[in-house]
């Protein structure tokens, strides 16, 4: 098939397979990581060996290769070997290799041709990722490329240079041992301080040049301060790079520079772009408050324990623990290389444990459904552990807590009722918490040292509230009933793991009267009733029907929310459904007596009733109610 010939002739030449790296864009942006260039030229200067570069995402292996093929272009003898000097480096994809060859026979005829027209146009192929490349792009096959390759590269005819992660090349190792003899490994470290800085002065005028701003030297070290706090576990500079190219885009709108034509208006001048810029975009970029990620920034103790008071009723103990340990973790002064912090919530069904882990979430991350939560239930076999750490396999695929910590920078994960997960979990979470870290069976390895663990249980609290507490005593009784039991359930060596156990309080009568006046409040700041500036009210017979419906020995006040809604929303709903028009007056929920339904009113109450108004109640009144 001659046609089918000059396709597969045209697809092996060498300015189709891929991008030559010295004409790219990218070229021109210089790492100052000079020896390692060296290094990599010597190593093709000759060699019967292929130089495969080795080191961990984003320490700049890429970059290395393509400072190299920049020299070889510019004939720069004191980087590159003067037998490499006009020759060229091109990166090349597996769906570029592939191309036109629709048969096995095609791609071993492309294969063989584009050998040959490296080989006459001295050209030399960049790999990435080499053991994802060698399997032919899918992560659980062997491929055919290794065979394919191995001739050509042993007799010389094709020279090529590999990047590969340390778990990459055992990988090859283990599925091409004789390819893996055909490679020389070249180590690529961290980049230092001073490299990283020196990458992203380099990475400057690029920027410079596509944001209307004025980079400081300042900017670049708060970027690099910030991607090491946030992400402890990647590598620099890459990581500084990332977020520094993320923070621009989101500062300028990911408005590039405008060229003026005439007549327009002329580009915005570029703007100074210092610390306190990079760090409002950073944590625009991650949702992360203030006070968390600015040293400067106060994280006062009265402000951090009144907005958990605010959601959290009758658990101050708890409240005090927490606000000293988000002093820690905003003082950098918590152990390194295990969480931020490991708490175990125990106490009954409804007084507030996961309540407890959504605040937190909404505090130190901005937003609570990103808190990451376990039900462990749905873990209580062994063939379910896998699950738990989470699958990236071909064809078994399941979102874990590997997923889930690669996900945030600042992961905020809730194991709730942790107690009923399998035994052999425990040895999961004995390294998560030990050890900072976990990797699952693909070779991902999350880091979990930016994390904060919250585990819920329900030991020794039987799931019910007995009656309220009369006494300080009656705490004491049932706080050394929940630690006995939690200490005969858990294993002493991931008890020692915990930062800290809460045995958590029974609601009294006035923190359920509380709790409804907060449900209430979040009904009354739905959208129906403000957009239509309507006001809620309830009577005192009312409201104490909402703690009667909304309360149980059983459950806590759990089924709160929906009391309120069954109470209050729906008589409410039924008002406004017949009163379309309804605006601007206050609604009263009374309770009718002959039928002793909750009923909407509207008018003034007397000042003997008790009311609550947009959800605000006055504490000293709560009492009061029976």
């Known amino acids: 098939m001659p046609e089918r010939d000059d396709i597969l002739e045209s697809a092996a030449r060498v300015e189709n397979i891929g991008v030559d790296l010295a004409s790219a864009e990218e070229a021109v942006e210089l790492y100052p990581r000079p020896a390692l260039v060296e290094e990599l030229g010597c190593a093709l200067d000759g060699g019967r060996l292929h130089p ?13 290769v393509k400072m190299l093929a920049r020299a070889m272009a510019a004939k720069d003898a004191s980087i590159a070997p003067r037998s490499l ?8 994809t597996v ?21 040959k027209n490296c080989e006459k146009e001295r050209a030399i192929l960049l790999l990435e990722d080499l053991p994802l490349f060698l399997s032919g792009g899918s992560s659980d096959s062997e491929g055919e490329l290794p065979e394919l390759l191995t001739p050509f590269l042993r007799r010389g005819d094709l020279r090529i240079v590999g990047t590969a992660t340390p778990n990459g090349l055992m990988t090859i190792a283990r ?14 470290p961290e980049t230092t301080p001073q490299e990283t800085v020196s990458v992203l002065g380099a990475r400057s005028p690029d920027w410079e040049r596509r944001y209307p ?26 990581k500084a790079v990332e977020l520094l190219e993320a923070a621009l885009s989101l500062s300028t709108g990911g ?45 006062p103790r009265q402000l951090l324990a009144a907005h958990l008071r605010n959601r959290v009723l009758g658990q101050d103990h708890v409240i005090d623990a927490i606000v000293e340990r988000i002093q820690m973790i905003k003082a950098r002064l918590c152990a390194p290389g295990r969480p931020l912090g490991a708490f175990l919530f125990a106490g009954p069904t409804g007084v507030g444990k996961t309540l407890v882990a959504r605040t937190i979430a909404g505090l130190l991350i901005g937003d609570e459904r990103r808190l990451i939560r376990f039900d462990m239930s749905e873990f209580c076999t062994i063939d379910t552990v896998s699950r738990f750490v989470g699958e990236n396999l071909p064809r078994r695929r399941t979102y874990g807590l590997v997923d889930a910590a690669l996900a945030e920078p600042f992961p905020i994960v809730l194991l709730d009722e942790v107690e009923k997960a399998h035994r052999a979990v425990f040895d999961v979470l004995l390294q998560v918490l030990g050890e900072g870290r976990l990797t699952d069976e693909s070779g991902r390895t999350a880091h979990f040292t930016n ?46 793991r915990i930062t800290a ?89 009374d309770v009718d007596a002959p039928t002793g339904r909750t009923v909407v009113r509207t008018g003034e109450l007397p000042p003997s009733f008790r009311r609550v108004i947009g959800g605000e109640a006055r504490t000293k009144e709560a009492g009061s109610v029976r």
């Open 255 to 299: 408005r590039g520079r405008r060229i003026a034509l005439p007549g327009a208006q002329p580009p915005p001048l570029p703007r100074r772009t210092d610390r306190a810029e990079v760090a409002e975009a950073v944590q625009k970029l991650t949702g992360l408050p203030g006070f968390l990620l600015v040293p400067s920034a106060p994280a």
């Open 85 to 92: 000097h006009g020759g060229r480096i091109i990166q090349v």
């Open 213 to 238: 701003v004025r980079l400081t030297a300042g900017a670049m070290e708060e970027g690099m301060d910030l991607a090491d706090r946030l992400y402890p576990w990647k590598r620099f500079p890459g």
């Open 451 to 496: 994390a904060l663990i919250l585990m819920t249980s329900n030991l020794g609290s039987n799931g019910r509230v007995i009656g309220h507490p009369r006494s300080s005593s009656d705490y004491e009784y049932r706080e050394a009933r929940v630690r006995e039991a939690i200490r005969q359930h858990f294993r002493p060596e991931f008890l020692n």
């Open 501 to 589: 156990i809460f045995a958590f309080r029974p609601l009294g009568q006035r923190d359920i009267v509380d709790v409804a006046q907060r449900e209430v409040g979040q009904l009354a700041g739905r959208q129906g009733l403000v957009t239509r500036s309507l006001r809620l009210s309830l009577t005192r017979a009312a409201l104490e029907a909402v703690v009667r419906e909304g309360h149980s020995r059983e459950f806590g006040a759990r089924p709160m929310e929906r009391a309120v809604d069954a109470l209050v929303g729906t008589p409410v709903a039924q008002y406004l459904a017949e009163r379309p028009l309804e605006r601007n007056r206050t609604l009263i929920v």
């Open 95 to 115: 769906s570029e290799l592939y191309s036109g060859a629709l048969y096995a026979n095609q791609i071993e005829h492309k294969v063989a041709r584009i050998a």
């Open 52 to 64: 495969v570069l080795v080191g961990e995402d984003g320490v700049g292996k890429a970059a290395i």
């Open 175 to 188: 599925r091409n041992p004789v390819f893996l003899r055909l490679l020389t490994p070249l180590t690529v």
